[in-house]
């Protein structure tokens, strides 16, 4: 059985390791090509779009794949809606593995927005020393704010537009609650700016903010379709995979006269 995972994410990479050692499954992850140096899953590995929807119906029909996970950042949002008609189009099963979002607790001054722009726009009035760790990505929708300064954070040099005042970190999760702390106070930062992307990796960043009584702007996850069912860690999407193998198992051998 020929199981796609779209990905590049933390949880790809962990269903990857679930799955590739499974009898009777062939394993290919897609990875979109935007990080120069990516951490490479287990298994065939193919990198770059696939020309929308019917690019990628064309794909699963050409290699015969079977089901396919949309294990993608909880922002790639076009990839999302472009998987989940390239499923209705083939018949072939998908899943979405979803990590669960943050949730603010007791002390945090988080602000909910729904887009960079609108972050954008909030920020002259919250703070002046600004911590952007949104990713490279995206980076024009703050390059107006002259008066405010900018300490980057992404894994690749970003390009512009950006900020003209800005500070570049590289640097790659999972990142330590003891150096957010230190990282917080050494430049001085007064605002935090995130995406609600949710997991561990990256989430002492949050608790560092809420120690030292700064504000967190939060942009909220983009919408994600209806009618594609949704796990929140890899275990679960890999018993998915299970049970189809199972059934396709169960199945061929009802198909055999002497039922062996």
Not at 9 to 31: D, Y
Not at 172 to 183: H, K, N, Q, V, Y
Request: aromatic share 4%; hydrophobic share 45%.
């Amino acid at each position: 059985m020929h199981v796609l995972i779209l990905g590049g994410t933390t949880e790809a990479r962990r269903l990857a390791e679930l799955l590739h050692t499974t009898p009777g499954v062939r394993l290919t992850s897609s990875l979109a090509g935007r990080v120069a140096s990516p951490r490479l899953p287990p298994g065939e590995v193919r990198v770059g779009g696939f020309g929308g929807a019917e690019g990628l119906a064309a794909w699963l029909r050409e290699h015969g794949v079977d089901a396919f996970i949309d294990a993608t950042h909880p922002f790639a949002g076009t990839m999302s809606f472009h998987a989940a008609r390239a499923a209705a189009m083939t018949h072939v099963p998908l899943l979405a593995l979803r990590r669960p979002g943050w949730v603010p607790t007791a002390g945090d001054d988080w602000h909910d927005v729904g887009s960079l722009a609108e972050a954008a726009r909030l920020l002259p009035t919250l703070g002046r020393r600004v911590f952007l760790t949104t990713g490279r990505m995206g980076l024009a929708a703050f390059a107006d704010l002259d008066d405010l300064w900018f300490l980057v954070r992404s894994v690749d040099a970003p390009e512009a537009p950006h900020p003209a005042r800005m500070e570049v970190l590289l640097d790659r999760g999972p990142f330590t609650l003891a150096g957010e702390r230190d990282l917080l106070g050494r430049h001085h930062v007064d605002v935090v700016v995130t995406k609600d992307s949710g997991g561990a990796a990256t989430a002492p960043k949050l608790t560092a903010a809420r120690e030292a009584g700064l504000p967190v702007v939060v942009v909220r996850r983009p919408p994600v379709p209806e009618d594609v069912p949704v796990v929140p860690d890899p275990k679960t999407a890999a018993h998915w995979v299970h049970g189809l193998l199972d059934a396709r198992r169960a199945g061929r051998a009802e198909e055999r006269p002497d039922g062996r």
